[in-house]
């Protein structure tokens, strides 16, 4: 069963540092991008970026690029989404998902999320 | 960059009834969109991709249509565990927006 797993849920402070993460089996995680996205409160999804672990080939959304890194450890089947220095707009929900092998970029399993808040 | 316009954003239903929710593309995507379904606290569940493929394990009373700019997700007959929000997403190697979403509600 292909299973998608993110650590637990994180209250930072503004300035902090964060490096959640997300964990792959019952398939091949080194053969299918992985993404990132982003839900904050009372709002809709937004796709932040994916990486290809085999060799780590990422792209992100205009809108993140710089703001966060997206890496994976295929070694482990782990996918990282990191923050250098939160800020309260960072207040979100966030999920990982793995896209299908066909060539298409949609996403076929997702992880449970991870609610990332950050308050002073 | 391409932009994903879900109508409407809101919709009350009955159980038993035939709903549509609209996606619209700034540009055409031929059929490079998929739908996902979100319910609080559980992890979203993809619908459909390539605008009308049902994903395995998917009840048939989901359907997608459309290509170009205008897609459709179409619920024939509502259960109770339909009441969730959907999202259309288009998708390609560099990009993948969604719509802002539609609140399925019960009447």
């Known amino acids: 069963e292909v299973q998608l797993v993110q650590s637990g849920a994180e209250v930072k402070k503004p300035g902090e540092s964060l490096k959640i993460s997300c964990r792959g089996s019952g398939y091949n995680f080194t053969i299918y991008w992985i993404g990132w996205a982003r839900q904050m409160p009372g709002k809709g999804l937004e796709w932040m970026g994916i990486i290809y672990p085999g060799d780590s080939d990422t792209r992100y959304s205009p809108s993140f690029q710089g703001q966060v890194t997206i890496s994976a450890d295929k070694s482990i089947s782990t996918a990282y989404l990191q923050w250098s220095s939160l800020k309260a707009s960072d207040t979100a929900m966030y999920y990982c998902a793995k896209t299908d092998l066909s060539g298409s970029y949609f996403f076929d399993n997702w992880g449970q999320g991870t609610l990332v808040t950050v308050s002073s | ?107």
Not at chain 2, 27 to 35: H, V
């Open chain 2, 1 to 107: 960059d391409i932009q994903m316009t879900q109508s409407p954003s809101t919709l009350s239903a009955s159980v038993g009834d035939r709903v549509t929710i609209t996606c619209r593309a700034s540009q055409s995507i031929s059929s490079w969109l998929a739908w996902y379904q979100l319910k609080p606290g559980k992890a979203p569940k993809l619908l459909i991709y390539k605008a009308s493929s049902l994903e395995s394990g998917v009840p048939s009373r989901f359907s997608g249509s459309g290509s170009g700019t205008e897609f459709t997700l179409t619920i024939s007959s509502l259960q109770p565990d339909d009441f969730a929000t959907y999202y259309c997403q288009h998708y390609n190697s560099y990009s993948g927006t969604f719509g802002q979403g539609t609140k399925l509600e019960i009447k």
